[in-house]
């Protein structure tokens, strides 16, 4: 199994950055294809952005595309998500997943963090 934490959330204004980390330890992290997801109150948790094993592809939500960039440092265990031009609608509980898998799927994680919160003000 992985375990994974997030970090990096925060209080930002709207057009600031973020850059989320997530570490992974237990297995082998490119053992696992990575994903970011987020919920915000009253809502279901959607998918946000996910990357393959090896950091070669990417998928992104049609409405982070041009604004956030997920990356992975296996050596360091850890994936990230830069995310620029912040908007309130950006305003969630993100969370760190992945599964053993080798492609950047939308659904089908079985490993998630506990979250960090992002709050965009306007």
């Known amino acids: 199994q992985v375990q994974l934490v997030e970090a990096g959330g925060g209080f930002v204004q709207a057009g600031d950055s973020l850059r989320l980390s997530c570490a992974a330890s237990?297995?082998?992290?490119?053992?696992?294809?990575a994903g970011w997801f987020r919920q915000a109150p009253g809502t279901e948790r959607e998918f946000v952005a996910a990357?393959?094993?090896?950091?070669?592809?990417?998928n992104y939500t049609d409405s982070v595309k041009g604004r956030f960039t997920i990356s992975r440092d296996n050596a360091k265990n850890t994936v990230y998500l830069q995310m620029i031009s912040l908007k309130p609608e950006d305003t969630a509980l993100y969370y760190c997943?992945?599964?053993?898998?080798?492609?950047?799927?939308?659904?089908?994680?079985?490993?998630w963090g506990r979250g960090t919160q992002v709050t965009v003000s306007s």
């Open positions: 997943a992945a599964h053993m898998g080798t492609l950047p799927v939308r659904s089908g994680y079985h490993y």
């Open positions: 237990g297995r082998t992290f490119s053992d696992y294809a």
């Open positions: 990357i393959c094993r090896y950091g070669i592809f990417t």
